[in-house]
């Protein structure tokens, strides 16, 4: 078992653990750097699709996974995302303008809509935040002029220092930009909990009362949350229209809400890692699924097709599975395991039983 002796105060809050802990996530961003050359276009393409659902996640797991307020309308703040980026760029804008003015737009109305509605918590909060995502395809039609109505828009091919970025032509091209701002945002979001803010969005999450009681004004950290919340999934939502290439109202339903939902709760809520490990499910296992269907008919001769929804069905199990065997999710599995490997040869039966605790912020450790 390693042991790293602390001798500042910082030591607490840097990014990294230490050198070891650097060189790990320098090895994992060579491989991501790499994987055009190792991976097809196919499987590129999933790759890229895993790094926007990561950044959609990182938004929801801001407002759920660390500060506690569950939210099932975050697809609506896609649609914004979505529709103001393509919007603008149809209208001659640069990308980079347009994708910043997407995450302003999102984070200004979220800031907006989030005052009313932080006012209920729990189911009530979770309904009133489902209604965003059902008014939103209604207000998708209506708004002709800038959403397209029915007929949606059509992304038009990024232009980026001369060079035509597209998601078919240039795949490649297309990965490294969504790459670049996941990483920008990641590495804000890590500073961010790092910050006076940050940490009052966790006190929140673990006791409203306790929070007030220390001074923390629980209206602003709500809001504050929720409106960089929405930020980072209208950057998400900007470059979701670009992967898809065509959007309209049925591109951003409430199964997409309820999917980020289940994205965060599968990878880890309250942890940064859940949003990557929660993305990586979402995108490959209804592909995985499907392999395993085309196999069983190919070999065995099993038709799954032959009984409709048996692939959703059998999604909903794996994610109730997880929820009932394993509640800290993919996350809580890999801690597990890396504690294995560090304390092994001395690792005892029974580290990890449950016990009662009265803070969030003890069940997250």
């Known amino acids: 078992m390693s042991n790293r002796f602390k001798s500042r105060y910082d030591d607490d809050i840097n990014l990294f653990e230490g050198r070891w802990h650097l060189a790990q996530y320098a090895l994992l961003v060579a491989l991501l750097l790499a994987a055009p050359w190792l991976l097809g276009t196919y499987y590129l393409g999933e790759l890229t699709a895993v790094l926007i659902w990561s950044l959609a996640g990182l938004g929801l797991m801001l407002i759920s996974g660390h500060t506690g307020q569950v939210s099932l309308g975050h697809a609506a703040f896609m649609a914004i995302g979505a529709f103001t980026n393509l919007a603008l760029m149809m209208r001659g804008w640069h990308f980079i303008p347009a994708l910043l003015a997407s995450a302003v737009t999102s984070g200004v109305l979220g800031a907006i809509i989030s005052r009313p509605i932080l006012r209920m918590s729990g189911i009530y909060l979770a309904i009133a935040t489902l209604a965003l995502s059902i008014i939103i395809e209604d207000v998708s039609i209506i708004a002709e002029p800038i959403t397209g109505g029915v007929a949606g828009l059509f992304a038009p091919p990024i232009d980026m220092f001369g060079l035509k970025i597209d998601r078919y032509t240039s795949p490649a091209a297309f990965y490294y930009l969504c790459l670049t701002v996941l990483v920008i945002v990641t590495l804000g979001y890590l500073n961010l909990l790092r910050s006076a803010s940050g940490r009052s969005f966790l006190a929140v999450r673990d006791s409203e009362v306790s929070a007030r009681a220390l001074g ?3 209206a602003r950290a709500k809001t504050l949350s929720f409106a960089l919340s929405c930020a980072m999934t209208g950057l998400a939502g900007a470059l979701y229209a670009h992967l898809a290439q065509a ?23 309250g942890s940064v890692h859940g949003a990557f490990f929660g ?22 001769g099993i038709s799954i097709a032959a009984y409709p929804g048996m692939d959703t069905a059998l999604f909903a199990l794996l994610i109730l599975l997880m929820v009932i065997y394993e509640p800290r999710g993919l996350y809580g599995v890999w801690f597990k395991v890396r504690t294995w490997l560090q304390l092994f040869p001395l690792y005892r039966k029974g580290m990890f039983r449950r016990t009662r605790t009265y803070l969030k912020t003890e069940r997250q450790r």
């Open 216 to 218: 923390v004004n629980v």
């Open 247 to 269: 959007v309209n109202y049925e591109s951003f339903l409430v199964l997409i809400s309820i999917t980020l939902l289940l994205q965060v709760v599968i990878g880890g809520l």
């Open 279 to 300: 993305a990586i499910v979402v995108v490959l296992l209804p592909q995985s699924i499907a392999m395993l269907r085309d196999f069983l008919n190919n070999t065995a």
